[in-house]
């Protein structure tokens, strides 16, 4: 395989493992500001809240514990968590073609 492919695999292997960990990052960004009871009149914790409920709509309310608080870690965090995983495998396969 010649060095211009290979080059080309690698830059979308990287793009992918960064848009994973954007996606994980706001999930986490999301958790730390639930858990720290950020002001949610505030503009940017509106737009990571919605970006959050989106990014982990299917695990969202996945888990019934009675605190609140351990639904919001445990929902948004298994989403972050599969992101992660899913992305950086992913990445890792492009990255050996």
């Known amino acids: ?3 211009r ?3 080309g695999a690698n830059q979308a292997g990287t793009v992918i493992a960064v848009v994973a960990d954007i996606m994980a990052l706001i999930l986490g960004l999301w958790i ?3 858990l720290l009871d950020a002001n949610r009149a505030n503009e940017f914790v509106q737009f990571i809240h919605n ?3 989106w990014l982990a709509g299917w695990s969202h309310d996945l888990f019934t514990f009675d605190a609140a608080w ?3 870690v445990a ?3 298994l989403a972050a968590v599969v992101y992660l995983f899913i992305g950086h ?3 890792n396969r492009v990255h050996r073609h």
Request: charge should be positive; aromatic fraction near 14%.
């Open 1 to 3: 395989m010649s060095p």
């Open 5 to 7: 492919y290979r080059n």
């Open 32 to 34: 730390l500001m639930y």
């Open 51 to 53: 970006t959050a409920l």
């Open 70 to 72: 351990a639904r919001v």
């Open 75 to 77: 929902g948004y965090g």
């Open 89 to 91: 495998a992913i990445a």
